[in-house]
Structure formats: C-alpha cells, structure tokens
T-cell receptor, first 114, second 116 residues
Framework: AQTVTQSQPEMSVQEAETVTLSCTYDTSESDYYLFWYKQPPSRQMILVIRQEAYKQQNATENRFSVNFQKAAKSFSLKISDSQLGDAAMYFCAYRGNAGNMLTFGGGTRLMVKP | EPEVTQTPSHQVTQMGQEVILRCVPISNHLYFYWYRQILGQKVEFLVSFYNNEISEKSEIFDDQFSVERPDGSNFTLKIRSTKLEDSAMYFC??????????????FGNGTRLTVT
C-alpha cells in the first residue's frame, strides 16, 4: 500500500519570503501522480499543483513549484513570495496510474507572518 | 468556474440515526468520490463511483455506508446507523475521467457531521 508522509506538522514564513514544505511517499509503482492541495479555514480542498511521475521537469504554477525527486520518493512544495492568503493546511497526495484513490499525507499547517 | 456543491454544510444527528449527505458533482464529470477527515487527522478515502456502481472502496466503507446517484445530478452518501466515531468532515469530489490517474479531483466545501 502506498503511504504519504509530511514530516512538518507546522511551518511559518514571513510574508514575501520563500518556504518549502516536505513530502515523501512510498510506492512500488513506476507510474503515478502527485498533488499538493491547499485547505484554507473555509475547509475546501483546492488543487495547487500536480506532477506526473514520468515527467522529469518539475511542475510550476505561478509562485508554486515542486522539487520532485523520483529516486528519493520526495515531492516538496516551494512557495515563493509568500502572501497572507497562503496561510492554510497543505496536503500532499498520491494517486496511482490505474486507481481512483488519492492517498493523503497528514498535512502541514502553514502560517504566514505579516 | 464549475464547482462541486455539498449540502448541508453542517449536520447534527443522534447516534443510531440515519443520515444522508448530498453532493452535486460538476456536470460533465464521470467519477465521483467521498472522502472524510476526522478533526485533526488526515483525509481518508471512502469510496469511488463510476457508471452507476462502486469502483473502489476502503476498509472504512463498511455495510453502514452506501452511495447512490439517484438522478443525473446528485450523488449521496448514506450512513445507516451513525456512531460517535462517524463525526468528521465529509468531502465529495468529482473528476472528468479516469483515462490516466492524473485527472485532478475537484472537491466540495465539505459537510461537517456531528454525531451526539
């Protein structure tokens, strides 16, 4: 079974600075997808970024980028120029190529200091 | 942008009662899901649904749970006899297709279920 681990329960960052959230996973599959979801206080789960395991290039979405290290099974999220609205829970998630199920990590609470 | 909508936002029920959580997935999506998040814990997969049948379910999804798509728009989760440990946030999600596992899931705002 796949597992996803987020080793940082909480992180804080100064507004306008950069922060990196860690995620590692365990799988025997070679083809899979990784996601970062944001959950603000409103509780909605919002997709931040997605990475296909077969792509070597790291995904980027505006201020959000990932560092995908397939051999190390690591998938960290970098948030540049942090804004107050980035404060939320961030969940890393794994999905196999054939399956429906998303496996989530335990989450990292990000606080942004003004 | 189309959204997944869930009702109610908060449901309080007594232990042993049946509860139905409702969801309207995005209209052209084909796959539907329920996840739950017990307070302070990780988000857990319950069930996925495609072509009017369950395609995958977790160990959590026991005989107390059922899902249904009663018409062309709604997708419901029924808990037959609620227990205290069913108290959680329940998220509905939908995705356009399975084609590859990369189809992103679009989540609703969740229904907070409180069992007393």
């Amino acid at each position: 079974a796949q597992t996803v681990t987020q080793s940082q329960p909480e992180m804080s960052v100064q507004e306008a600075e950069t922060v990196t959230l860690s995620c590692t996973y365990d799988t025997s599959e070679s083809d899979y997808y990784l996601f970062w979801y944001k959950q603000p206080p409103s509780r909605q789960m919002i997709l931040v970024i997605r990475q296909e395991a077969y792509k070597q290039q790291n995904a980027t979405e505006n201020r959000f980028s990932v560092n995908f290290q397939k051999a190390a099974k690591s998938f960290s999220l970098k948030i540049s120029d942090s804004q107050l609205g980035d404060a939320a829970m961030y969940f890393c998630a794994y999905r196999g190529n054939a399956g429906n199920m998303l496996t989530f990590g335990g989450g990292t609470r990000l606080m942004v200091k003004p | 942008e189309p959204e997944v909508t869930q009702t109610p936002s908060h449901q309080v029920t007594q232990m042993g009662q049946e509860v139905i959580l409702r969801c309207v997935p995005i209209s052209n999506h084909l796959y539907f899901y329920w996840y739950r998040q017990i307070l302070g814990q990780k988000v857990e997969f319950l069930v996925s649904f495609y072509n009017n049948e369950i395609s995958e379910k977790s160990e959590i999804f026991d005989d107390q749970f059922s899902v249904e798509r009663p018409d062309g728009s709604n997708f419901t989760l029924k808990i037959r006899s609620t227990k205290l440990e069913d108290s959680a946030m329940y998220f509905c999600a939908s995705s356009p297709g399975q084609g590859t596992g990369g189809s992103p899931l679009h989540f609703g705002n969740g229904t907070r279920l409180t069992v007393t």
